[in-house]
């Protein structure tokens, strides 16, 4: 069975510093993979994908993939108190990334 | 630019009683369609997803079913509830290949 592993956390991170959130999958044919953002009661909102090995970055988020691994990360820096929600990862297996399959996903919460 | 709907926003229904959930989309033609349950404390399971009209695909056997009566529009089904069905019903779109991006959800109770 494909899965999509995170840490539940709560992870807990100053404001100002750099958060880092990790994910791991166990399929190696997963293709594309996903950071959603999801604050309390509400859906998900996308972050960033990334489908090639190495960093993306996107203003103060960064999305690493390591496909060797199966390991993908989102760092965020400067962490605002805003940045407080549950991230999601999520991987796609085909290339027309009809199924993802979702992380339970890691809450954050930035200290101010 | 592409927008989502979904409605009822939040729904109480009790065991054995039918169950419809409508999910639009504007801005686009012939997009993919999903149907996501998040259940307390899991995560985002996928349920059915669609590529063009009358076309779904289940991924979970269950109660529930889809439709897809028009290009924009997908419907979940179900003729009687159960408890396991409580949780937040997650519509999403996506072009071909392409990203998915979710709609505002369903919390829906089963009493």
């Known amino acids: 069975q494909k899965e999509v592993e995170q840490n539940s956390g709560p992870l807990s991170v100053p404001e100002g510093a750099i958060a880092s959130l990790n994910c791991t999958y166990s399929d190696r044919g997963s293709q594309s993979f996903f950071w959603y953002r999801q604050y309390s009661g509400k859906s998900p909102e996308l972050i960033m994908f990334?489908?090639?090995?190495g960093d993306k970055e996107d203003g103060r988020f960064t999305a690493q993939l390591n496909k060797a691994s199966q390991y993908v990360s989102l760092l965020i820096r400067d962490s605002q108190p805003s940045d407080s929600a549950t991230y999601l990862c999520?991987?796609?297996?085909?290339?027309?990334?009809?199924?993802?399959?979702f992380g339970t996903g890691t809450r954050l919460t930035i200290i101010p | 630019s592409q927008t989502i709907h979904q409605w009822p926003a939040t729904l109480v229904q009790p065991v054995g009683s039918p169950l419809s959930l409508e999910c639009t989309v504007e801005?686009?033609?012939?997009?993919?369609l999903y149907w996501y349950r998040q259940a307390a404390g899991r995560g985002l399971q996928l349920l059915f997803y669609?590529?063009?009209?009358?076309?779904i695909s289940s991924e979970v056997p269950q109660n529930l079913s889809a439709s897809r009566p028009q290009d924009r529009q997908f419907i979940l089904s179900s003729k009687k509830l159960l408890l396991s069905d409580s949780g937040f019903y997650l519509c999403?779109?996506?072009?071909?290949?392409?990203?998915?991006?979710f709609g505002p959800g369903t919390r829906l109770t089963v009493l």
């Open positions: 669609s590529v063009g009209i009358g076309q």
């Open positions: 990334i489908y090639s090995n």
């Open positions: 999520a991987a796609a297996s085909n290339f027309g990334n009809e199924k993802l399959t």
């Open positions: 801005g686009t033609s012939n997009p993919n």
């Open positions: 999403a779109w996506s072009s071909a290949g392409g990203t998915q991006y």
